[in-house]
């Protein structure tokens, strides 16, 4: 886990509400193993690459863009942003969207090592601090029969990759390593703990 441009000091002050800038269903059970009190509002953020953008480089500034995008309406909140890409030897691969887009993401993995940037931000007002974790797995080398019964029973059409680690998508995986188990799956808590206890939470509290 680096911890990448953090762009002011956070404040150390009795934490205000927090604020999860995301619907996703995943990002929305990770956070509330934490245990903590927090609301959920989606971000209205153009999340395409920007022209010679790394993967690494879009998840930072997505995560960032979505944090700070809600902070913005709401000065009094921590707001938590988060994006994940996949890095297929330098290209970015995000949500597949649809059943074919899905396969021939799935098609490019197979027998494939790749890194998943999974990228972090808490903000407050126009204060920052981003962390991004990187996963790196390898897929195992299946046939088109094999990736398409995978696709029809789970429809991991939300999930970049199209590999829902924590449901059947575990079954196209060889290897997967990792600082942080729950990165893959879409929020690190680990970064995430990090990040709140230096905006002054208590956890466990």
Request: charged share 20%; with cysteine; net charge negative.
């Amino acid at each position: 886990m680096s911890a990448v441009h953090p762009s002011h000091n956070l404040s150390k002050k009795t934490p205000q509400p927090l604020i999860l800038a995301s619907t996703s269903k995943y990002r929305k059970e990770l956070l509330g193993r934490l245990r903590i009190d927090f609301q959920t509002i989606s971000p209205e953020v153009d999340e395409a690459p920007l022209k010679n953008e790394t993967p690494e480089q879009i998840a930072l500034r997505l995560a960032k863009a979505k944090a700070l995008a809600i902070a913005k309406s709401h000065p009094e909140a921590w707001v938590i942003g988060s994006d994940q890409v996949v890095d297929l030897h330098g290209a970015a691969m995000g949500k597949p969207g649809d059943h074919d887009t899905a396969m021939a993401q799935l098609q490019l993995l197979r027998g494939e090592t790749v890194k998943f940037h999974t990228a972090v931000c808490v903000a407050k007002g126009e204060q920052s601090n981003t962390l991004n974790v990187i996963t790196e797995v390898t897929f195992r080398t299946l046939k088109d029969s094999v990736l398409e019964a995978y696709l029809l029973a789970e429809t991991p059409y939300d999930c970049a990759g199209s590999a829902k680690s924590e449901g059947l998508g575990i079954c196209l995986l060889e290897r997967v390593h990792s600082d942080d188990p729950t990165a893959l799956i879409g929020l690190p808590l680990i970064a995430v703990c990090t990040l709140l206890r230096e905006a002054g939470f208590q956890i466990p509290g």
